[in-house]
């Protein structure tokens, strides 16, 4: 099955610093990858997706780009808010499975 | 997008009584919704998966006697937490996918169940 690797968190930065979340992912066939933010007490929102090699997503500042050959989706945000505080999952669908398969998340706290 | 409600968003209960989760999609039929249950600082573990008008799929170490899903129609879908245990506490979240199957998900606001 699919499977999905993520950085471990948590990660504390400074208001305005750059902000990368590894992620890097297991799947047969085209999968489509996806990152999801969860705010402190609230269900899953999708904050960005990319469904072919060399797509790049992107939403409210944060950007990933589905690379194949390196089967990575890296997240990354050039000058992070206080408002980004917030566990980040990364989550491949596609392939064999029908379900979507997540990381482990990452929590993310933002200083200001 | 696409949205859907989960209800209630809190319940404590007591322990040995059963609880009732909502899952609807408001504005698109979901053929098939999931059941995630989250453990704290831990990712989404799924549970099952919902069809409409069909017995649920559970996953591998979730009993199905416990957690009772039923998928009525094609905008709602129920959880229910049999005779419910302070183990069983924990941040509950389902999903609908609309007709089609495009892959992407639409996650409800997550139910905290806590157990006395």
Known sequence: ?112 | GAVVSQHPSRVICKSGTSVKIECRSLDFQATTMFWYRQFPKQSLMLMATSNEGSKATYEQGVEKDKFLINHASLTLSTLTVTSAHPEDSSFYICSAREWGDTGELFFGEGSRLTVL
């Open chain 1, 1 to 112: 099955g699919n499977s999905v690797t993520q950085m471990e968190g948590p990660v504390t930065l400074s208001e305005e610093a750059f902000l990368t979340i590894n992620c890097t992912y297991t799947a047969t066939g085209y999968p489509s990858l996806f990152w999801y933010v969860q705010y402190p007490g609230e269900g899953l929102q999708l904050l960005l997706k990319a469904t072919k090699a060399d797509d790049k997503g992107s939403n409210k500042g944060f950007e990933a780009t589905y690379r194949k050959e390196t089967t990575s989706f890296h997240l990354e945000k050039g000058s992070v808010q206080v408002s980004d505080s917030a566990v980040y999952f990364c989550a491949v669908h596609g392939g064999s499975a029908r379900q979507l398969t997540f990381g482990s998340g990452t929590q993310l706290t933002v200083l200001p």
